[in-house]
């Protein structure tokens, strides 16, 4: 079982970084010289390409949908897997970490009233629409 996903992009990044350690490496040896300015190029170019395998990558993700042997939660959206023992995990976050759950509210039920994000009326103005809307 990994222990994290695989990440091309830096993947890609790594080798080409690398890569400018071989010939910085090489010319520091006596193998081959190397112009200063070389460096400039590869790093650019990889640091490029590696930004954009990880936005396919992360493209290819997003279009699949969650891993295989994973459901979503209701509340969050993110990823739940089963531990042994029917436990749950939320996310990647160990079970001290996890938001506390308000007693209040059952299980699934919105922690907030829906019209949370809207702002406060004032009352210095008439509504301008719905009841008493003149």
């Known amino acids: 079982m990994l222990r994290h996903e695989f990440q091309p992009g830096?993947?890609?990044a790594g080798v080409f970084l690398a890569l400018a350690g071989l010939v910085y490496a090489g010319d520091s040896g006596g193998l081959w010289d190397t112009?200063?300015?070389a460096i400039i190029p590869i790093v650019a170019g990889g640091l490029?390409?590696?930004a954009a395998t990880a936005a396919v990558a992360h493209l290819i993700r997003r279009g699949r949908?969650?891993?295989?042997?994973t459901r979503a939660d209701a509340r969050t959206g993110s990823p739940v897997r089963s531990q042994a023992g029917g436990a749950t995990v939320h996310g990647d976050l160990p079970a001290d970490l996890e938001p506390p759950h308000r007693p209040d509210t059952p299980e699934?039920?919105?922690a907030e009233p829906e019209d949370a994000g809207r702002p406060p009326e004032r009352?210095?103005?008439?509504p301008t629409s719905g009841p008493g809307a003149g």
């Open 10 to 12: 830096r993947l890609v």
């Open 35 to 37: 112009p200063w300015f």
């Open 48 to 50: 490029f390409l590696a």
């Open 65 to 69: 949908g969650p891993r295989a042997g």
């Open 108 to 110: 699934g039920a919105p």
């Open 123 to 126: 009352p210095d103005r008439a």
